[in-house]
């Protein structure tokens, strides 16, 4: 990877296609961006070991989830 770009997302998802964390959540699945869309955001302040980690990753999935599961609940 040579650029960072800007993408927002609605949620990230379990995905039997896309490759990102492959494995970590599920066997034979990683996770993807759900309705991406690029701001237009070059971030040309940026270098490839800046932008979003594996690990990041995982770990915005996983607030998701809690952030989720409190809704749930308040709805009960």
């Known amino acids: 990877p040579t650029t960072v770009l800007e993408v927002l997302g609605a949620e990230l998802t379990v995905s039997p296609v896309h490759t990102a964390a492959w494995g970590a959540i599920r066997p034979g699945a990683g996770l993807a961006i759900r309705f ?3 701001t237009g955001r070059w971030r040309d302040d940026k270098g490839p070991e800046d932008a979003t980690t594996t690990k990041e990753l995982l770990e915005m999935y996983r607030q998701q989830l ?3 599961k409190k809704g749930t609940a308040a709805l009960a």
């Open 66 to 68: 809690k952030q989720t």
């Open 36 to 38: 991406p869309r690029f």
